[in-house]
C-alpha cells in the first residue's frame, strides 16, 4: 500500500480512522486518467467511420469501480467497445469510439468517465466531415406504362467515388416507387466500389407518376439524386 500524509490525499475512496498526529495514514487511493487526453479524427466523409482507442489508467492501490459506465455526448460519436470495468490497482483498460459524421462541417462531443470523487473526467472529441463523393447513374429512371396492380423494374449504379467506406441511405422520395419493397434501403459501398439497386414502380392508380430517389450525404433529404417517372395504366372499363 502507498502511505500518505494526511494532508494529501487525492482521489479518495476509502481511509482508514487516525487522529492524524504526525503519523502517517495509511489509505486506499484511486486516481484515475484517461490517454490520450482529447481525441481529434481529422477530417472524414460524410457517411464513412472511423474508430480511436482511450484508455483508462488506475495509477492508485485500490480498485475503481464507477457507478456508471463512461458515456458519450455529441451524435457523431459512440463508444463501439466499451471499457472492462472495474479496475484492479496499477491496471488500465481500452475502449473504441467510434466517428461518423452525419453532415458536413466541424463537429464535436466528449467522453464522460464517472472519476473516484464523483467529478467527471472528460475526453474531448473533434472531427471534420467532409462532401461524401457519391455518384448516381443513371440520372433518370423512366419505367414506362405499367398496369395498375402489376409493377416494372429497374436498376441503379451507386458509386463511391470518396476514399473512405460509406454507409449511406437511399431514400425514395415520392408515391409509386420502392427499393427493396421499401422507402429506403442502407447502402455500405467500399471506397472506390460500386453497389447496384433495384427500383420497382408498383402503381396503384392510372395516372402520371414522379418521384426522386437521392442517397443522403449532406444533412436531411441532401444528397446527389435521381429522378423516376412512370404512368399507371388503369383498367378499361366495360360498357
Known amino acids: 500500500m502507498r502511505h500518505l500524509p494526511c494532508a494529501a ?28 487526453e482529447r481525441l481529434d479524427f481529422g477530417r472524414l466523409p460524410v457517411g464513412a467511420r ?15 469501480a464507477p457507478g456508471a459506465a463512461p458515456t458519450v455526448e455529441g451524435d457523431a460519436f459512440a463508444i463501439s467497445t466499451p471499457c472492462a470495468l472495474p479496475l484492479a490497482p496499477n491496471n488500465f483498460c481500452e475502449m473504441d469510439v467510434l466517428f461518423a459524421p452525419p453532415r458536413e462541417g466541424d463537429t464535436s462531443g466528449s467522453v464522460v468517465i464517472e472519476a473516484p470523487d464523483g467529478s ?21 429512371l423512366d419505367f414506362g406504362a405499367v398496369a395498375v396492380g402489376t409493377g416494372a423494374r429497374r436498376t441503379l449504379t451507386v458509386t463511391n467515388l470518396s476514399s473512405a467506406r460509406l454507409d449511406l ?4 422520395d415520392g408515391a409509386g416507387f420502392v427499393v427493396d419493397g421499401a422507402a429506403s434501403v442502407a447502402l455500405r459501398i467500399e471506397a ?34 435521381v429522378a423516376l417517372s412512370g404512368e399507371g395504366l388503369a383498367p378499361r372499363l366495360s360498357a
Open 192 to 225: 472506390g466500389q460500386a453497389a447496384t439497386v433495384e427500383l420497382d414502380f408498383l402503381p396503384a392508380r392510372g395516372g402520371p407518376f414522379a418521384a426522386r430517389a437521392l442517397v443522403e450525404i449532406c444533412g436531411s433529404m441532401c444528397g446527389p439524386e
Open 169 to 172: 441511405p437511399l431514400i425514395i
Open 50 to 64: 472511423s474508430s480511436a482507442r482511450i484508455s483508462i489508467i488506475n495509477d492508485g492501490n485500490g480498485p475503481y
Open 120 to 140: 467527471a473526467l472528460v475526453v474531448p472529441l473533434t472531427g471534420t466531415g467532409d462532401p461524401a463523393n457519391v455518384a448516381l447513374e443513371p440520372a433518370v
Open 9 to 36: 490525499l487525492p482521489f479518495l475512496l476509502l481511509a482508514a480512522s487516525c487522529d492524524c498526529g504526525g503519523e502517517p495514514v495509511q489509505t486506499v487511493v484511486v486516481e484515475i486518467r484517461a490517454a490520450p
